[in-house]
């Protein structure tokens, strides 16, 4: 294993197990309310944990070509769990949404599943054929799948992913623009169209109204992020991880790390991040890469850097809040899995890639 590949595995060891560490911090109150026990989520979260690194380590030993043989039998397969997961006593119902389907041994959120499928059916469509109309039909399904389970934060990162794929493929300006405008559109048409995701942009634009209601969860995650000042309260010093932060421990967890160890060690895990993509470029820095290769490798970076802008930028309240997780940060079993999973396919074509001559 080469020295980039080396500090890349450290990367995202380092990245999850100081997530691990922070799901604990974040969730013990909320773990004790709901089940009697503080360490329900931590002990989940664990196990997930020990079976991403299992995960990892077959992915990488993976030739992506068995990715690439089966691409389309992959995506039929995805589409129809997206589709499993509307159905009632399969798909699990919970906040309204159904989001997920109901496994013997807990729960799995297929749209994380589909995110990686998208990505190497694309890789393998575009790098045979260019075409507008077959890229716009196979991102038509998903998208309305999504939207009726719905799930607006993973619509976007599958839309936008895609796009950028597009656009590595040696998609035009034109056609992108044409993309990137009907995208928009959509997105504001499903905001509008939704009462409730029409109640979180006029929160986001107006947080100081409704303090007690809509406003609430920004709120919490603004009075965490001013709490942690520079140096933060210290560690298990938390303030609002006690039933202040809505989903504490998952989509909002960042605001709990930001509240116990402020703006400097916040922004030493967003560097290890920003190192986590820096290592992934050098990884394939002298290989050969097939058109495939190519664009799998630099998609599954785009999907998780714009799942990883999108949370970072709701918790600072750049953007509306939409449920998106911290990659392998975030409690939740299938991001976390996912994450591992994809990280694995990047080991697995920079080891397997030829060395340029």
């Avoid at 998106?324 to 990047?346: I, K, N």
């Amino acid at each position: 294993m080469s020295s980039p590949s080396k500090f890349f595995l450290g990367l995202i060891f380092s990245l999850s197990l100081i997530g691990l560490f922070f799901v604990f911090e974040a969730s013990t109150v909320e773990s004790f309310k709901l089940f009697g026990h503080q360490y329900y989520f931590f002990r989940q979260q664990g196990i997930w944990l020990f079976l991403s690194f299992i995960v990892l380590f077959l992915t990488s030993k993976i030739k992506v070509k068995f990715f690439e043989k089966y691409a389309l039998p992959f995506y039929i397969l995805a589409i129809l769990l997206l589709i499993l997961t509307l159905i009632p006593g399969i798909g699990l119902k919970l906040n309204g949404a159904r989001r997920w389907i109901i496994l013997p041994f807990g729960t799995l959120q297929t749209v994380e599943v589909f995110k990686f499928v998208l990505i190497n059916f694309y890789a393998y469509l575009l790098a045979k054929k260019l075409d507008l109309s077959s890229f716009l039909f196979f991102l038509f399904w998903p998208v309305l799948l999504v939207l009726l389970q719905p799930d607006f934060g993973s619509l976007m990162v599958l839309v936008a992913s895609s796009i950028i794929m597009y656009f590595l493929a040696g998609g035009k300006i034109k056609f992108l623009s044409i993309l990137f405008g009907g995208g928009f559109l959509l997105a504001l048409l499903v905001v509008l169209f939704s009462p409730y995701r029409r109640e979180r942009l006029t929160t986001f634009l107006n947080p100081e109204e409704n303090i007690q209601g809509d406003s609430y969860h920004v709120r919490q995650i603004t009075l965490a992020l001013g709490g942690g000042s520079w140096f933060g309260r210290g560690i298990g010093n938390s303030q609002q991880k006690y039933s202040y932060v809505p989903e504490a421990s998952s989509d909002s967890i960042f605001a709990i790390v930001a509240e116990e160890v402020g703006f400097v060690g916040s922004f030493v895990i967003i560097c290890l991040f920003i190192f986590y993509f820096i290592f992934a470029n050098l990884m394939v820095k002298d290989k050969v890469l097939t058109k495939y290769e190519h664009l799998l490798y630099y998609g599954i970076l785009a999907w998780i850097a714009i799942q990883l802008s999108f949370n970072l930028s709701a918790v600072v309240v750049l953007l509306p809040l939409s449920g998106m997780p911290l990659p392998f940060f975030s409690q939740g079993g299938s991001s976390l899995l996912m994450s591992f999973f994809a990280s694995g396919v990047l080991l697995s074509i920079a080891s397997h890639a030829k060395i340029k001559k």
